[in-house]
């Protein structure tokens, strides 16, 4: 039986195979996994998991979703991604959505990062501090 380290191991070394510039190419992984399927290495069911995990994860880093009370408009949105982009590199894929019940304000996640600038968190954070 091939081991869990050795399994991780692979499944890094196929996820660096699929980097073009530092950035995962679509093309790439699908070769990668057609390979990985055609031959069916020993623990390769394994190896698909892991790297199924590193393709979701570089691709939850390389997405904005912007949460906002209301519409933003063309101007703010190009600031935003602008400041944004010098933060965390070009390339990012952006989603927008408009939640009303933010109340004002806006929030921002970039894989794992959440900055959240709008009413409904403050109001959370001050009943946090009550408590």
Known sequence: MISTRQIRRDAKRLYRACLVQGRLDPDRVR???DLVLS????GYLR?????QRLVKLDLQRRTAQVESAVVLGDDLRSQLEEKVQRRYGPGLSWEYRVQPELIAGLRLRVGSDVYDASVLGRLRELAESFE
């Open 31 to 33: 070769q990668a996994m």
């Open 39 to 42: 031959e069916k290495p020993r």
């Open 47 to 51: 190896l698909l998991v892991h790297f």
